[in-house]
């Protein structure tokens, strides 16, 4: 009798130790298409094919950057397609941009949960180094929300417009807080896409419900 409740102890111990010691749980992602764009800069507005987009099978889901998938559009290797799209309950706003011919794939990689934090945008700007400059601050908010955690936001003429008509690289600069705290900002070239993130170092110590 005395052996068997050893033995029962001995399991109970067990699987608490390997229940404490398992990493948290990463929790399943839901998917969904933000924005999708289409064209050269010069095509501003009309470069929206966010309507055009679709996954009838769900998510994961490739959107291939071909002119044959979308409508009026010309075969042209200068061609972006940019797709942005939200995963939750991780709060990222995730995009891409890539070539003519080539696909976005778009899916919410699973990771280590981190210690949630918010970004909130101070200032965007967007231009040349020695060029006009143009203040698109409400519209990286319009692209990254009130609550993301993480938000990439591509840095595309057709989406901040042409400040000017020189054909020469702008670059987006991003001014933003984590949890209200001032951080160094990110910047992007053309074509690119800056990475606003907030976890630290410290984070995969910490459990995801901390402050």
């Known amino acids: 009798m005395a052996l068997g409740r050893l033995i029962l102890l001995a399991v109970l111990c067990a699987v608490a130790a390997v229940a404490c010691n398992s990493p948290p749980t990463i929790p399943v992602s839901t998917t969904a298409l933000q924005r999708a764009y289409w064209g050269l800069p010069t095509a501003g507005p009309s470069a929206d094919v966010t309507s055009q987009v679709t996954c009838p099978n769900g998510y994961p889901c490739d959107v291939f950057a071909d002119a044959a ?11 972006r397609l940019v797709v942005i799209w939200t995963c939750q309950p991780q709060h990222f706003v995730l995009s891409e941009v890539v070539a003519s011919g080539l696909k976005v794939r778009m899916d919410c990689v699973g990771g280590m949960p981190l210690v949630p934090r918010t970004i909130a945008i ?32 591509p840095a595309m003429a057709y989406i901040f417009g042409q400040p000017d008509n020189v054909a020469r690289p702008k670059t987006l600069r991003i001014r933003y807080t984590c949890n209200g705290m001032t951080t160094p900002g990110q910047q992007a070239v053309e074509n690119s896409v800056a990475d606003l993130r907030c976890e630290r170092g410290t984070d995969l110590d910490k459990s995801p419900a901390a402050p």
């Open 69 to 79: 998938n979308y409508s009026g559009s010309k075969a042209d290797l200068n061609n």
């Open 122 to 153: 101070t200032s965007a700007s967007w231009g040349a180094d020695a060029g006009q400059t143009v203040d698109v601050t409400q519209a990286v908010r319009n692209i990254c929300g009130d609550d993301s955690w993480r938000c990439q936001v």
